[in-house]
């Protein structure tokens, strides 16, 4: 588990789903903070972005979970808040979004040979006309189409053919957009023209979630915008934060850490109307007295990640809950072996 | 073994504990505009709030808590991945 205040990796034993157990921390250099990560397990490769060092992306041998062997690292020209890794059987990418460090907003790492990262691409959004920061990125599992978030803006989609990287354009060759100011995350719901958005406020009005339809690539367009109660804003706890943040779309369903509101789970069968059908908002037992966004001991952060059916996710303040949903479409639910928000791994 | 990654910058070996470091706050993002939504416009997904009074906490529906790890305090856990 990454840190963005502490400048260690948390490990944690989870043989025993039941029973998860802190086995050890890897320490960083001073003025680290590590905060992302993701894994190819088929590589045993760790790939993590540190988003104050100076060697921002650095990659690990994990093959032994108890003695990771550092392979690569680089330092690259604006410091990464967000990162999406692709693999397939050819290729290995790291696409880094820079968030406030930016321009350039995106950048496209790389990773064929993980003991040597190497910048082989770059976007940033003033060169299309578009306002920064670049948040957050997907891309599906071809490789050929990114999602971005343009946190003052909206959603933008690229086609990727690179090292080059095309924004799609309306007809009038300006660039098409689906407006969602504090755009977060965008994630895609597979085999269908929709995206799932989640922006990122920490006052209120706090803004949910929306879902845009992408049936006509030169105008994306927003289609639902949904929230919890809470999102109403009315008769809240101080500092509660009800913000929705990062997805794991998983068929028809889709999870979400939403900071204060828990994990919500959504089925989007329909994207016009999607429909809650689940949601957990732990006791804060356990949690740290604060954390960036304030004092309610509940702040669901990380992307869900699902695996042999159960459901790990990160609060900022209480650490790791391992779940089981048990709602409609559980029995499929509990057959997947792994599904991940920001990772495509195919070999 | 199941483990959520994490691997030293330098180093390659676990310490018994977490050193208790703590970085200054990262920067909170500034450049979020003011959020032109209006709560009142935001579709409420169904079924509505959780049978406990809003907003709470310890509640679920459709989801069983297995397991839970708070081993820090002090650090602010952010991504998570799983070997």
């Known amino acids: 588990m990454g840190n963005r205040r502490a400048r260690q990796i948390n490990i944690v034993d989870i043989s025993d789903p039941t029973q998860p157990e802190w086995i050890g921390a890897l320490p960083f250099p001073d003025g680290s903070q590590p905060a992302e990560l993701r894994v190819l397990r088929g590589q045993h490769l760790l790939v993590v972005a540190d988003l104050t060092s100076d060697v921002s992306l650095l990659t690990f041998d994990i093959s032994d979970c108890s003695s990771p062997h550092p392979l690569g690292s680089l330092v690259i020209e604006s410091q990464p808040h967000e990162f999406f890794l692709w693999s397939n059987a050819a290729h290995t990418r790291a696409f880094v979004a820079t968030d406030l460090a930016g321009p350039p907003d995106l950048l496209v790492i790389d990773l064929d040979d993980p003991a040597v990262p190497v910048e082989i691409a770059r976007w940033s959004a003033a060169d299309d006309g578009l306002t920064g920061p670049l948040h957050s990125v997907s891309v599906n599992a071809v490789g050929d189409t990114a ?201 | 073994m199941l483990f959520l990654a994490g691997c030293s910058a330098a180093r390659g070996s676990l310490v018994p504990e977490p050193p208790p470091v703590l970085l200054p706050p990262p920067a909170v993002s500034t450049a979020f505009p003011s959020t032109p939504i209006n709560p009142a416009a935001v579709q409420v997904a169904t079924p509505g709030p959780l049978p406990s009074p809003t907003p709470s906490l310890d509640s679920a529906l459709n989801f069983e808590q297995l397991g839970q790890e708070s081993f820090d305090a002090v650090g602010w856990h952010a991504g998570l991945a799983l070997y």
């Open chain 1, 147 to 347: 999602y971005l978030s343009l946190s003052a803006q909206s959603l933008v989609v690229a086609d990727l053919e690179l090292p080059s990287i095309r924004i799609r354009r309306q007809e009038d060759n300006s660039p098409a957009l689906a407006a969602f100011p504090g755009a977060h995350s965008a994630v895609p719901i597979a085999e269908v023209p929709f995206v799932v958005l989640t922006a990122e406020f920490y006052d209120c009005p706090f803004c949910g979630l929306a879902f845009a339809q992408l049936f006509d690539p030169a105008q994306p367009e927003i289609v639902a915008h949904i929230g919890l109660q809470e999102n109403r804003c009315e008769d809240l706890p101080d500092e509660a934060v009800f913000s929705a943040h990062n997805p794991l779309v998983v068929d028809n369903l889709v999870f979400i850490s939403w900071y204060a509101g828990g994990l919500v789970a959504l089925d989007v069968s329909d994207p016009f109307q999607p429909v809650l059908i689940g949601r957990f908002v732990p006791s804060g037992l356990g949690a740290a007295a604060e954390s960036y966004v304030g004092g309610y001991p509940v702040q669901m952060w990380s992307y869900p990640i699902l695996r042999d059916g159960l459901i790990y996710i990160v609060g900022i303040q209480s650490g790791l809950y391992v779940l089981r949903y048990t709602g409609p479409g559980a029995e499929a639910v509990e057959q997947i072996a792994l599904a991940e928000g920001n990772v495509i791994d195919e070999p």
